[in-house]
């Protein structure tokens, strides 16, 4: 058999239009602007009005990610659709998605990896390409976070926003495309960001919904302290693994969780800031969505040329984390 190569051919993001500046959250808990962004970069994040739900925006940006790669909805033949914030418990957000956009030819799947969960997608969907099993996938990151945040919780509701970011990964002779993968897992940190009811372990019952269960739960500092060592070995291993090093790195798209880890990260590989994106103002965390949102904003401004290397880094509850290099 032919060895194939995975490489993204397009990509597409989208937001609600309704925005809550950190103006806006001073009035709703005991916060500040001036704390939010020095703190976290954080000026903004985009909130899904009532009834729009993933499958919705991940809809929006699927159209634009496949008008850029030139194909139509009956071409794809695997969709894998990363989110933590799925439209019902059952059945998947995927399965919702290829109805709206008429994929009758694709296999479809959810997967949940938080805010790893596009990194985690391209992984697999790259797999799936070299080994033959498929030609052309959709991959995406999407979250309705607001729907799972406690707005009366300062430590979390500051941080958290609503999105999607697809890419269509399509199999190609020449070499070049998603290079090399990692991705990785500590189930026993699982504690430290969680949403503990609405599941078989604690289903939602009327204690459950008065005692804020139901909502995003983090111990902020252990989970600052984890992504900054994370992240920093994602891309270290990776760098490790393909030979390409910050000289040669173009650009990293890493998640956008919170300046000071993103900083960090870039230290830890040596890349000036001025080769990392960040558009953390305008989204806070919209966890999977937050690195292909970014990826498609940085590759229709511009910013990212064939032949580039970039590099995309995750971290998120779990805890999970992962790289990806890509040739552009
Ligand atoms: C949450 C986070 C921004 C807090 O920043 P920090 O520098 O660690 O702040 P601290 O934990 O030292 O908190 C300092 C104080 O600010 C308070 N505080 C928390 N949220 C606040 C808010 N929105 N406004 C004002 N004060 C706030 C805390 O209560 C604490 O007060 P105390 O010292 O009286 O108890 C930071 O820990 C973080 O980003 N963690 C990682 C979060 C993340 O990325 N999660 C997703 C991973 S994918």
Redesign the pocket.
Same mark, same amino acid.
């Not at 808990?29 to 500040?32: F, L, P, Q, R």
């Not at 300062?154 to 958290?160: A, E, G, K």
């Not at 995750?314 to 509850?317: E, H, N, P, V």
């Given at each position: 058999m032919k060895k194939k190569y995975a490489r993204i051919t397009g990509t597409g993001s989208a937001a609600p239009d309704n925005i809550l500046t950190n103006a806006d959250?001073e009035k709703m808990?005991?916060?500040?602007d001036d704390?939010?962004t020095s703190?976290?970069g954080i000026k903004e994040r985009r909130i899904a009005p009532d009834g729009m739900a993933a499958s919705d925006y991940a809809y929006q940006a699927s159209l634009k990610a496949m008008e850029m790669a030139g194909i139509t909805a009956g071409e794809i033949d695997l969709i894998i659709l990363a989110t933590v914030t799925p439209d019902a418990p059952l059945p998947s957000t995927a399965c919702i998605l290829q109805d709206k956009l008429g994929a009758v030819n694709a296999a479809v799947v959810d997967i949940v990896a =938080?805010?790893?969960g596009f990194i985690y997608g391209l992984s697999f969907a790259r797999a799936l390409i070299m080994t033959g099993q498929h030609d052309k996938i959709l991959v995406i990151g999407v979250e309705t976070l607001s729907r799972i945040v406690n707005w009366k919780d300062?430590?979390?509701?500051?941080?958290?926003g609503d999105g999607a970011g697809a890419a269509i990964v399509t199999a190609a002779d020449q070499p070049g495309g998603i290079l090399d993968t990692y991705i990785k897992a500590d189930g026993s940190l699982a504690h430290l960001?969680q949403v503990p009811a609405g599941g078989g372990r604690q289903p939602i019952t009327p204690e459950i919904v008065g005692n804020g269960a139901r909502y995003i739960q983090?111990e902020?500092?252990?989970?600052?302290k984890s992504?900054v060592k994370a992240m920093g070995e994602a891309a270290t291993k990776l760098i490790e693994k393909t030979g390409i090093d910050s000289n040669n790195i173009s650009l990293m798209i890493p998640?956008q =969780?919170?300046i000071?880890?993103i900083e960090a990260t870039a230290r830890r590989i040596k890349l000036p800031m001025d080769r990392v994106f960040v558009n953390i103002q305008k989204y806070g965390?919209t966890?999977a969505a937050s690195i292909p949102i970014a990826l498609d904003e940085a590759n229709r401004n511009g910013l990212i040329k064939p032949g580039d290397n970039v590099m995309l880094v995750?971290?998120?509850?779990g805890f999970t984390w992962g790289s990806a290099l890509i040739e552009w």
């Open positions: 959250l808990v005991d916060t500040t704390w939010i703190r976290t =938080a805010c790893s300062r430590n979390t509701c500051v941080l958290f960001l983090m902020g500092p252990d989970v600052f992504a998640h =969780a919170n000071r880890i965390n966890s995750a971290f998120g509850a």
